[in-house]
């Protein structure tokens, strides 16, 4: 299993914003990171769709968290950028083609993963991901 890039640079975004108080734009961001300032741009529009972050335009404008970092959810901030509904063929009924899904013991093996992987990642905040935090801004800063 792999995360998609947009949930990559979203943990790392909230990861940022987490570790360094005030507003922050994008280019900064991108910068720090060496990312896509276009890519991160769409990420950070979907961050502020869902309401993880704020975005204030204008010359002292950014971005920063909605919420304290401490009540934002890895698990939940994955389960939002992901699309796991269709982790395989026969998790969407809809779509499903496989002619042996009545008699095949994969998907009720596969989903029961995606759900050890999501509950692993809800006992983690996103202050618990920079939990060094002055190690963690030093290393954004060099």
Do not use: W
């Amino acid at each position: 299993m792999r995360l998609s890039v947009q949930t990559d640079y979203a943990l790392r975004t909230l990861m940022f914003l987490a570790a360094k108080d005030g507003h922050h734009s994008i280019a900064e961001i991108a910068r720090q990171y060496g990312i896509s300032k276009n890519h991160l741009m769409k990420v950070a529009q979907r961050l502020a769709a869902e309401g993880f972050i704020e975005s204030v335009r204008g010359r002292s404008g950014g971005l920063k968290l909605a919420r304290p970092a401490d009540t934002l959810n890895v698990g939940t901030v994955v389960r939002t950028m992901e699309d796991t509904g269709t982790f395989v063929e026969c998790f969407d009924p809809a779509t499903n083609q496989c002619v042996v899904t009545p008699a095949c013991g994969l998907r009720h093996a596969l989903h029961g993963a995606v759900e050890a992987f999501f509950q692993y990642l809800d006992g983690f905040t996103v202050s618990d991901l920079v939990n060094d935090l002055d190690s963690f801004a030093l290393r954004l800063e060099s």
